[in-house]
């Protein structure tokens, strides 16, 4: 079974400083690994995924993962925040088969990201 | 390109009765999978169609039933309703096939309320 385990339900940064939301899996093999948003009343929006090759993705809105297999971590960081990256972050693995696909998600929690002025 | 839609986005139901909701999924995908968000949680897997037949199911009782149509929209059919499936439904389609794990799409999902 796969699951997925994001530290920390709300974080709280000011305008400009480094995003850094942690997301760490376990999986019996290879995973996919995504990263959503999700904005108040509305569905998930892809930021990026993790599938094969580079380990560090980049993604819409200036957010970036790096895949890093030894700590089975999938952290989300942005550089800079903007007021309008306050939302939920859903880190999500994705169940795949051989077989041809499967796309079936087992999501964490979420965090809670507000941005401060 | 209309994108995943869903219908309706608000409803509410009296404990015990049947719901059915809806799913248009994105034009050119054929695989429509529904999760169950509740206050507060990530999306929990409920099932999901391909080709008109259930492909995989995470652990939601029988009460939860599907379909998918041949111009592969979908249907999620709750009975016996419970205040506990008070939650934001969401749909998500791909495209499966031979392509191993594309992107999901979700739509806005609906927002049933028991009571």
């Known amino acids: 079974a796969q699951s997925v385990t994001q530290l920390g339900s709300h974080v709280s940064v000011s305008e400009g400083a480094l995003v850094l939301l942690r997301c760490n899996y376990s999986s019996s093999v290879p995973p996919y690994l995504f990263w959503y948003v999700q904005y108040p009343n509305q569905g998930l929006q892809l930021l990026l995924k993790y599938t094969t090759g580079a380990t560090l993705v980049k993604g819409i809105n200036g957010f970036e993962a790096e895949f890093k297999k030894s700590e089975t971590s999938f952290h989300l960081t942005k550089p800079s925040a903007h007021m309008s990256d306050a939302a939920e972050y859903f880190c999500?693995?994705?169940?795949?088969?051989?077989?041809?696909?499967?796309?079936?998600?087992?999501f964490g929690t979420g965090t809670q990201l507000k941005v401060e002025l | 390109d209309a994108g995943v839609t869903q219908s309706p986005t608000h409803l509410i139901k009296t404990r015990g009765q049947q719901v059915t909701l809806r799913c248009s999924p994105k034009?050119?995908?054929?695989?429509v999978s529904w999760y169950q968000q509740a206050l507060g949680q990530g999306p929990q897997f409920i099932f999901q169609?391909?080709?008109?037949?259930?492909?995989q199911r995470g652990n939601f009782p029988d009460r939860f039933s599907g379909h998918q149509f041949p111009n592969y929209s979908s249907e999620l059919n709750v009975n016996a309703l419970l205040l506990g499936d008070s939650a934001l439904y969401l749909c998500a389609s791909s495209l499966e096939g031979i392509r191993v794990n594309t992107e999901a799409f979700f739509g806005q999902g609906t927002r049933l309320t028991v009571v």
């Open positions: 034009s050119g995908h054929d695989t």
């Open positions: 999500a693995v994705s169940d795949v088969r051989l077989t041809g696909g499967g796309n079936k998600l087992t």
């Open positions: 169609y391909y080709e008109e037949e259930e492909r």
